[in-house]
Each structure stands twice: as C-alpha cells, then as structure tokens.
C-alpha cells in the first residue's frame, strides 16, 4: 500500500440485540486495532448491552424496531450527520474476528474495490461455529446470486467494509435478514467493483436468536432466498448522467 495515500476514515457500525457478555469483548479488540469510530446500534434490548456499550467509549444509538437492516438504517442514517469513508459491518456476538480488519480495509484503502466482504468459506472456521443448516443455506443463497447475476460470492457473511459513496448508491432497504444478501445483488447488478478475503469465524458468544432456533434459521433462510430473488429480477436503474 501507498504509505503516502490518505488514510480512509472507518466507521464500524454493530447492531446489537441483548449482548451485554459478548459486546465489551468486540469493542476491546477494536480499541486494540485503533478503530475509535464504532457504533453500536441497540436494537431494543432488554439486557445490558446499553451501558456497557457506552462503558466501553461506543457511541450508542437506539432503534427499538427489532430487525438487523433496521438497525443498520438507524445507524447509517446518524452517520450521515459526518459521513466516514467506509462502513464497517459487524455483529455484536464475537463471532467475528476484529483482528481481520485490515485485510478487509487494505483494497478500500488501496482504491481496488467498493466493497469487501469477508468470506467464512474461503477463510477458516471454528468446529461448531456455523452449522450444518447454515453452511447449506449459504450454499444456495450465493448459487442462486450467481444463477441470476453471475456473481461468484462464496459468502453472506456478517464482516463486510464498503465505501460510503458505493453504500449510498445502493439505495438499501430491507428491514431484516435480507440487508447483507441485497447489498449483494445490487453490488453486482449495478457494475460495482467488489472483493472477498478470507475471515476467520468462531463460535459466538451466548445465544443465537437466529440459527440458534429452527424456527429462526427457517425464517431467515426463507426472506434471504426471497430477497435474492426480489432484488436479483427487479429492472436495475439507469445511470445518472
């Protein structure tokens, strides 16, 4: 990398649903990497995540209407007061590993791509950490992505970086499962340039509300195919002149 490029401001924006345990763990291995812009959006909860969230130096914003892109949303639209760079997605659980950052920061910085994704499939992880019902799902979500875009995605993972300008452009508005797998699409469909590193991935800290359940992993398998379909067949809009 060009040690003389300026350095791209990083924003890393977590929603979080009733994860007081695995919370202060996140926003310590951030503090290590020198990330200091770190928003956690608390999607209503009813544990600590609040206060040690604040604790711990996070900037806290709260939507209580539950759903992953709803949190998103609540926290892009506060960062659009002094918008960064890029925009870190994580989850609050720990299931992500921070450590994995600049990986996926280096082709942002370096102007190789709009949006990075980090690929669970293509890094390692832990025995245990996704289950045999998610790495299936996994496999016919992004088959799908690609039978519709021709995108070769390996992943839908959680870790992903994208510049504000590529994010903005994507016009995203799924309220739930489906944030992650329409960003996806609508980057491939549109032209954007895109990357995927390996990650790595471990087994997260306390209860999962989506794979944890049946009922859960059936409902966000059933919206994230849906959603490929959706926002893979929709007519893509005209280029600005």
């Known amino acids: 990398m060009d040690s ?11 929603p979080a649903l009733d994860e007081e345990q695995a919370l202060p763990l996140v926003l310590a291995d951030l503090a290590r ?8 959006v608390d999607n209503g909860s009813r544990d600590g995540t609040v206060e040690v969230a604040r604790g711990a130096g996070a900037r806290v914003v709260s939507e209580p209407r539950r759903g992953y892109g709803q949190a998103c949303q609540a926290g892009l639209a506060t960062l659009a007061a002094s918008p960064p760079d890029v925009v870190v997605f994580m989850d609050a659980d720990r299931s ?13 910085q370096a102007g190789r791509a709009d949006m990075v994704l980090g690929s669970r499939t293509l890094g ?7 289950g045999p019902h998610v790495r299936w799902g996994n496999r016919l979500a992004v088959a799908l992505i690609r ?3 021709g995108a070769r995605f390996t992943d839908l993972g959680p870790l992903r970086a994208i510049r504000w300008d590529a994010l903005q452009a994507l016009e995203l508005g799924d309220p739930d499962y489906g944030w992650n797998v329409e960003m996806q699409v609508k980057a491939a469909r549109r032209g954007m340039s ?3 590193v390996p990650v790595r991935y471990r087994r997260r800290v306390g209860h999962s509300k989506i ?25 893509v809009p005209a280029a600005p002149d």
């Open 33 to 40: 990497l020198g990330l200091r812009q770190v928003l956690v």
């Open 147 to 149: 039978l519709i875009t």
């Open 194 to 196: 895109w990357l995927e």
């Open 96 to 108: 992500d590993h921070p450590e994995d950052l600049p990986a996926l920061l280096e082709p942002l």
């Open 211 to 235: 794979s944890g359940t049946v009922g859960g992993t059936l409902r966000a398998g059933a919206k994230i195919l849906w959603s490929v379909a959706r926002h893979g067949l929709a007519p």
């Open 4 to 14: 003389t490029r300026q350095r791209l401001a990083v924003a890393v924006l977590i």
């Open 124 to 130: 390692r992880a832990e025995p245990g950490a996704l």
